[in-house]
């Protein structure tokens, strides 16, 4: 046996131990963090949906009912959702995991497609029925879910003016007010009328009319 190579072997023999003595080492300190030792995984294809950083928020909210009453749902999407488009994924129902969290749909089967026409802050939905026979129920979950779509104006949800016509018959207009919709609650105007001297004064009550089926 060559002594030339006696070095270098126990040099090798010394790399190898230092080694293992390192990693036995890091896999105990992670061991103590909690944290167990993995090989490395690979990440796979990106995510759909995900959002470049520095882009606004394109998620959508549809509402859907869950045990205590209605609740908004949000999955992420590419680009900002209008209203028509939200409606249409609304009435798809709940996906997968929604389901698993106890959510569920109370809208009814439409005889047709739903449409959605926006302004400045408000939203118009036609449905191919009687509007008035729509369920309170039914109601909150298309105007919440249109008022926190894409509306121009860029007006908070709680803002956008959402009103139901179909068959001839108008509902609102009405406010996603928290998890719910409320009519619109409009100022009533001031009747003047002739004082005992002549003058006219005002008398409005200022209590508010709500604005319903039209």
């Known amino acids: 046996m060559s002594t030339t190579n006696a070095p270098v072997r126990r040099a090798a023999r010394t790399r190898r131990v230092v080694g293992g003595v390192v990693s036995g080492a890091l896999a105990g300190a992670l061991a103590g963090c909690g944290i167990a030792p993995t090989d490395v995984i690979d990440a796979g294809e990106p995510a759909s949906g995900v959002k470049s950083p520095g882009q606004p928020a394109a998620d959508v909210q549809l509402f859907f009912y869950g045990p205590s009453g209605l609740r908004s749902a949000t999955r992420p999407a590419k680009a900002p959702v209008d209203p028509e488009q939200a409606i249409q994924l609304l009435m ?56 926190n779509a894409r509306v121009p104006g860029d007006k908070p949800a709680g803002q956008v003016v959402v009103t139901l016509v179909g068959d001839r018959v108008r509902v609102g207009p009405m406010v996603c007010g928290g998890n719910n919709a409320f009519p619109v609650v409009q100022p009533t105007p001031t009747v003047s009328q002739p004082s005992p001297t002549g003058t006219s004064t005002g008398t409005g009550t200022g209590t508010g009319s709500i604005g319903g089926v039209g």
């Open 92 to 147: 798809d129902g709940p996906n997968h995991a929604e389901r698993m969290r106890g959510l569920s749909s109370v809208l009814p089967k439409f005889p047709g497609r739903l449409t959605a026409a926006t302004g400045e802050g408000t939203v118009v939905i036609t449905l191919p029925m009687n509007a008035k026979l729509l369920d309170s129920a039914s109601l909150n979950q298309l105007v919440c879910t249109a008022a």
